[in-house]
């Protein structure tokens, strides 16, 4: 069962809650970011599947993750898909530390100052009731690749 969250005061839609993902959004009340790993090949994958997407394994569990990581890509959002939500605003994607990768909104910088290469670490923000893992650069980091 997938119920959606709407975020109250914007109308947005919020993450999907379902019954794969519930330990994720567990952990994420908690300030814990969590990963899917295969017990069979290793692999860490986000999102949730029923099978590892690598060796179609049922057999993985949820493993704690640092939540740091690097900046491989990000885009500046200046027009919202919505009247009500702010601009601008940066989605970027991360590699973390620990092996996957995350599609996530960065936060707590300008998007001028961005740099891929750059250190980034998970930070937990309320939006409506749910506390959503977003990323934020490292304090003091020398960002890498100037592309």
């Known amino acids: 069962m997938t119920q959606t969250v709407t975020v109250p005061g914007l109308g947005l839609p919020g993450p999907a809650l379902s019954d794969l ?7 994420c009340a908690q300030r814990r970011l969590v990963v899917p790993a295969c ?4 692999l860490r994958f986000f999102v949730p599947e029923v099978v590892c997407p690598r060796c179609w394994s049922a057999d993985w569990t949820w ?6 990581g690097t900046l491989y890509s990000a885009t ?6 919505l009247p009500d939500v702010a601009s601008p605003y940066v989605i970027g994607v991360v590699d973390l ?5 995350m599609m996530t909104h960065l936060v707590d910088v300008d998007p001028d100052d961005l740099r ?22 490292v ?8 592309g």
């Open 21 to 27: 993902a519930a330990p994720f959004w567990e952990a």
């Open 39 to 42: 017990d069979s090949c290793g």
């Open 63 to 68: 493993a704690d993750s640092p939540g740091l």
């Open 76 to 81: 500046t959002v200046h027009r919202a898909p």
């Open 97 to 101: 530390d620990d092996g996957w990768t």
């Open 116 to 137: 891929l290469g750059q250190r980034v670490a998970v930070t937990f923000r309320d939006r409506g009731g749910v506390l959503l893992p977003l990323f934020a650069p």
């Open 139 to 146: 304090a003091g980091d020398v960002a890498g690749d100037e």
